[in-house]
């Protein structure tokens, strides 16, 4: 009888902590062992030449999101697990938008029956609150919390979405009762509608005003406002899609008085700027917040090299560019206001980090990571079970080869969008194999078994 279901044989383990080279044991889906040499495995994979890392967790992904009337994500939860695979995911945390009027069970079902069967990949939700009411603050937000949903975001802006600042010490009260880590869009919803009715008043209506009506300011001052409610309510709080170094100042201070905020940025800030949209099919790369200038890439890069960043998120947020039900949705010609507001990136976050962080030498691979797996897992309770290549872990792996160079393209990748950001990207490093608690998902370029992610339940976070 074998000892191990598999054995991963000659690579070289990468953890938050350490490299070295092992052997890996997997049975029943779990690190059984992890020693200098294995014998005794049902089947050997051979990882020689390969990096292998815990596979990476986007903490922040939007999928099958009702995004306004006639618009359409263009990922199911099918086409964008499998992309997350692709891409050298094992695990998406997509986000379960509370309608209002809607109880948050009735959204969570709604989309528990959108993703049951079609992951590839283990998903885990966090959920959008819009409507806090007593009954979701009272009685859900604590109930779901205990039933392993330990976390959700709050908005500052959109219509429909956005919470008052009464309602967000409401909600952050709630997180505290719960043991549940909220997150929270930080942009003043009041200062984009000015500066959004005078430019559009003034004529100013193309895809290059959208970053103009939300300039550095407007997350400043949120991000600040944010963290004052968090405060006031003391809970830690977790900032996402950090764009510039005024909100990354913002989160260094609330630490400094010893508060427990987490900063979270995106690969958008570290690689597009606002001249992006102001290019030929410019809504192509409209995202809020919107990318800012070189130095905000620099203060961004900082952040992740001194640890003002915890996490590493793609905010993947797809639509299709020729597609009235996406980027060219009619209204949208008439004012930057209706182009959908978001941009795929689940299949490329963790080579642009790779290739700019690690092969760059800006970060170290333990480094990477933490930043892109590791920290997910602390900061929302999945750890150790997942982001850890440690005994009794699930085998959730990602063979890297370190020297591959590609060019990123819309042909190589699997999302639902029709074009990615990143055309002609060039990165080195690139994931080669997936496996999801013991089972290889993508090897060399190809899908190898069909939908085997589930939901994960979660612990409450360490926050
Ligand atoms: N916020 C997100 O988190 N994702 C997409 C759009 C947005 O504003
Ligand atoms: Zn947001
Ligand atoms: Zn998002």
Request: proline share 6%; glycine share 8%; hydrophobic share 40%.
């Amino acid at each position: 009888m074998s000892s191990y279901d598999t054995i991963i044989s000659g690579g070289t383990v990468v953890t938050a902590a350490d490299t070295f080279k092992a052997d890996i044991g997997i049975r029943n889906g779990r690190i059984a062992a992890i020693a200098d040499k294995l014998e005794n495995g049902t089947e050997v994979i051979d990882a020689t030449g390969k990096l292998v890392l815990p596979g990476g967790i986007d903490s922040h992904v939007h999928i099958a999101q009702p995004s306004g009337e006639g618009v359409v994500m263009a990922d199911d939860f099918d086409s964008a697990t499998r992309s997350a695979a692709f891409g050298g995911n094992t695990t998406v945390m997509p986000f379960c938008f509370q309608e209002k009027g809607q109880s948050l069970r009735d959204a969570l079902s709604w989309y528990h029956g959108l993703a049951e069967g079609q992951c590839h990949i283990d998903v885990s939700f966090h959920l959008i609150v819009s409507d806090p009411t007593p009954q979701v603050l009272g009685q859900e937000l604590p109930a779901l919390a205990e039933e392993g949903y330990t976390s959700f975001k709050m908005f500052m802006t959109y219509e429909g979405l956005k919470l008052t600042d009464r309602e967000i010490l409401e909600t952050l009260t709630a997180a505290k009762i719960s043991g549940a880590m909220p997150m929270i869009h930080a942009e003043n919803d009041d200062a984009i509608e000015f500066l959004r009715e005078k430019a559009e008043l003034a004529g100013e209506t193309a895809p290059k005003y959208h970053a103009s009506t939300r300039p550095i300011p407007v997350e400043r001052e949120a991000t600040h406002r944010a963290i004052s409610l968090a405060e006031i309510v003391d809970v830690p709080l977790v900032i996402v899609h950090v764009s510039n170094r005024e909100a990354m100042e913002e989160i260094q201070r609330a630490r400094g008085r010893g508060l427990k905020i987490y900063g979270e940025t995106c690969p958008q800030y570290l690689v597009l700027t606002a001249e992006d949209l102001e290019i030929p099919q410019a809504a192509k790369n409209v995202c809020s917040p919107p990318p800012r200038d070189k130095a905000s890439q620099v203060a961004c890069w900082e952040g992740i090299e001194q640890g003002v960043f915890d996490v590493f998120s793609s905010d993947h947020c797809p639509f299709r560019y020729e597609d009235t039900a996406g980027k060219m949705h009619p209204k949208g010609e008439k004012s930057f206001r209706w182009i959908p507001n978001g941009i795929p990136g689940v299949e490329t976050r963790l080579p642009i980090l790779f290739s700019e962080g690690v092969k760059k030498g800006r970060i170290s691979l333990q480094d990477f990571v933490a930043l892109t797996s590791t920290n997910h897992a602390k900061l929302y309770g999945l750890y150790p079970k997942k982001g850890a290549i440690a005994i009794g872990a699930d085998a959730d792996l990602v063979f890297w080869d370190p020297d591959k160079q590609m060019t990123i393209s819309q042909e190589l990748l699997h999302h639902g969008a029709d074009y990615t950001p990143y055309e002609g990207f060039e990165v080195t490093g690139w994931p080669v194999l997936t496996m999801v608690r013991g089972k290889v998902i993508v090897q060399d370029g190809a899908l190898v078994t069909s939908s085997e992610g589930s939901h994960v339940v979660r612990d409450k976070p360490l926050g």
